[in-house]
Nanobody, 122 residues
Framework: QVQLVESGGGLVQPGGSLRLSCAAS????????MGWYRQPPGKQRELVAAISTGGTTTYANSVKGRFTISRDNAKNTIYLQMNSLKPEDTAVHYC????????????????WGQGTQVTVSS
């Protein structure tokens, strides 16, 4: 089945940028949707962004205009480019696969990455 390996997390200052990567071990062509979730300390996991096989995207309002999700099917990898980072972006970020994207609504898939920590602090 699908295995997801995440990378790219780290510590950055407010206003900085990071790019997260999520590499799938198998073909993602049959996966309807993939996305990024994040879980801030003491809070519930929330959707950050999602992308369909065809490239349709959706974003949480809190990151719209700052983050960009993309997909490279040749590399079986999705990315999350995070710009203008804020302290409230601090969270463990998880890659998700096997979901369904209906317009702007992403239904969570069954596959998860191990998580990568993003810390935004001065």
């Amino acid at each position: 089945q699908v295995q997801l390996v995440e990378s790219g997390g780290g510590l950055v200052q407010p206003g900085g940028s990071l790019r997260l990567s999520c590499a799938a071990s198998g073909s993602i062509s049959s996966i309807a949707g993939m996305g990024w979730y994040r879980q801030p300390p003491g809070k519930q996991r929330e959707l950050v962004a999602a992308i369909s096989t065809g490239g349709t995207t959706t974003y949480a309002n809190s990151v719209k205009g700052r983050f960009t999700i993309s997909r490279d099917n040749a590399k079986n990898t999705i990315y999350l480019q995070m710009n203008s980072l804020k302290p409230e972006d601090t969270a463990v970020h998880y890659c998700n696969a096997g979901g369904s994207l209906y317009a702007t609504r992403y239904i969570t898939g069954r596959y998860w990455g191990q998580g990568t920590q993003v810390t935004v602090s001065s």
